[in-house]
């Protein structure tokens, strides 16, 4: 089992900046991919980003140019940074672990 520990969500004014982190421990194993998906009230799931264990990644379209992900792979950790914020990126975001392991979810809430 992998468990999938989040933090870093919180309010912040749109055009403002969060990085959400997620650490995995357990039966991890070195080839993996890491990401993260966000669902706002009332839509699908989506995928945000996503990062592999030898760097490559994938950041969605809406997203791309504000949204960053990076990992450090020795602490097993993934993050996003997130910028120029808008009220559509306000969701409940998580983060996965080989499209098989989830963590429970950080809410990100865009708003004056």
């Known amino acids: 089992q992998v468990q999938l520990v989040e933090s870093g969500g919180g309010l912040v004014q749109p055009g403002g900046s969060l990085r959400l982190s997620c650490a995995a421990s357990?039966?991890?194993?070195?080839?993996?991919?890491m990401g993260w998906y966000r669902q706002a009230p009332g839509k699908e799931r989506e995928l945000v980003a996503t990062i592999t264990s030898i760097g490559a990644t994938y950041v969605a379209d809406s997203v791309k140019g504000r949204f960053t992900i990076s990992r450090d792979t020795a602490k097993n950790t993934v993050y996003l940074q997130m910028n120029s914020l808008k009220p559509e990126d306000t969701a409940v975001y998580y983060c996965?672990?080989?499209?098989?392991?989830w963590g429970q979810g950080t809410q990100v809430t865009v708003s004056s």
């Open positions: 996965h672990y080989s499209y098989n392991y």
């Open positions: 357990g039966s991890t194993f070195s080839s993996n991919v």
